[in-house]
């Protein structure tokens, strides 16, 4: 079993940042690959950012590029997403996930990863 908690979300303004934690208990994060998603009101989930088991692969969704990073602490259990140039559009609650036992094939299909946190909700103002 694998619990997921995501945290850091809140109100900021466009332009501005946010740091989301997601931290991992039950069994330690450093065994596999993490994914963040997110979900606006009236939309279907969608994939934000994945990083591999080891920290040194990382992919991201076209909307985000450059403006999100992602990168994880395996000795603290923890992954990170850290979220610049926020734009509107960027309001949703985001989600970590993973997968686990087993490797993920399409690291950007929700349905690949059967551990997600509870969300964190992000909301950016004009």
Known sequence: QVQLVESGGGLV???GSLRLSCAASGRTTSAYAMGWFRQAP???REFV???NRGGYYTDYADSV????TISR???KDSVYLQMNSLKPEDTAVYYCATKYPGALYDAGAPNEYNYWG???QV???S
């Open 13 to 15: 303004q466009a332009g």
């Open 123 to 125: 909301t950016v103002s």
């Open 73 to 75: 602490d395996n000795a």
């Open 49 to 51: 950012g994945y990083i």
């Open 42 to 44: 009236g939309k279907e």
């Open 118 to 120: 509870q969300g964190t």
């Open 65 to 68: 590029k450059g403006r999100f």
